[in-house]
């Protein structure tokens, strides 16, 4: 279902004497089935952007429309709508606490009063979805690893049934092969099931491999909204506002300044491999 925001603007501590515009003047519409990457420097507002989309924050001027409805309206259900806008914060393990995982990824569809088989039913289907064993179930999650912590956690949100999923940095602080296991059950959870995701990253080979669309947030405001090639042939302008290309841009630029007719547009490691055999073997 569509979610859309329309000219939001929030100012922190509106009260201060210099008081901090986070957001300023954003409008978007994030239909179903996108996987969107959001990508910005620290302090961009990306953060507190998403935390508007599930109705923590609320905007100090503008709207928000799930489903055609204001969810900042004075009868709007924010219960049901967090239910149907899953947030993964970053470091989601910091949100575990119950006594062994199967319990934590409970948590969740129980408070929407559903009956014990259902509960479970979504629990065992969520754990799966993000691919964490079936011996790990009965563990505290407190034992178990920084990657399956971080499976747990994002679980624990599917259980829910949402159908939008917001992960804010889901593989801050992973080694490369967490971060590339987690990244790809959550390609594999969206292909499966046409799932609305969006990706807060800091990873520019991250988004680049893995979205449809990607949006570039500088200053609180919208820079950039397009294609993954269509955004990093911008690159010269992204190191300007702090981040860059995938390493795979700079590479083939460098090859092609080099005399290999390479297509320097291409983001991604599998098409930059196709592209330069292409190049060497045409």
Request: negative net charge; aromatic residues 6%.
């Amino acid at each position: 279902m569509a979610l859309t925001v329309d000219h939001i603007s929030y100012i922190y501590d509106p009260d201060a004497p210099l008081p901090q515009k986070a957001l300023d003047d954003i409008s978007l519409t994030i239909p179903e089935g996108q996987f969107i990457g959001v990508i910005g420097h620290t302090g961009s507002g990306k953060s507190t952007l998403m935390q508007h989309l599930n109705g923590l924050v609320k905007a100090t001027s503008g709207h928000i429309y799930f489903n055609g409805k204001d969810i900042d309206a004075r009868d709007y259900d924010k219960k049901e709508l967090r239910s149907k806008v899953g947030l993964v914060f970053q470091y989601p393990e910091h949100q575990l606490f119950e006594v062994d995982v199967f319990s934590d990824v409970c948590f969740g569809p129980k408070n929407l009063g559903l009956d014990k088989e259902e509960v479970e039913r979504r629990a065992r289907e969520a754990l799966a979805r993000v691919g964490l064993p079936e011996e790990l179930y009965d563990q505290s999650p407190f034992e178990l690893s920084g990657g399956q912590k971080r499976r747990v956690a994002i679980a624990g949100v599917l259980a829910m049934q949402p159908e939008i999923l917001i992960l804010d940095e889901p593989t801050a602080g992973l080694d490369p092969k967490g971060r590339r296991e987690i990244l790809d059950q959550i390609k594999l959870l969206q292909t499966q099931t046409h799932m609305t995701i969006l990706l807060v990253s800091h990873s520019m080979d991250d988004v680049a491999e893995y979205v449809d669309r990607i949006i570039v947030m500088s200053e609180g405001k919208i820079l950039y909204d397009d294609i993954p090639r269509n955004i990093f042939r911008r690159y010269r302008e992204l190191e300007k506002i702090g981040l860059g290309a995938p390493q795979v841009t700079y590479i083939l630029h460098t090859l092609r300044e080099n005399g290999l007719p390479v297509d320097t547009e291409i983001t991604t490691i599998r098409e930059a491999a196709e592209s330069i055999l292409q190049a060497l073997t045409g």
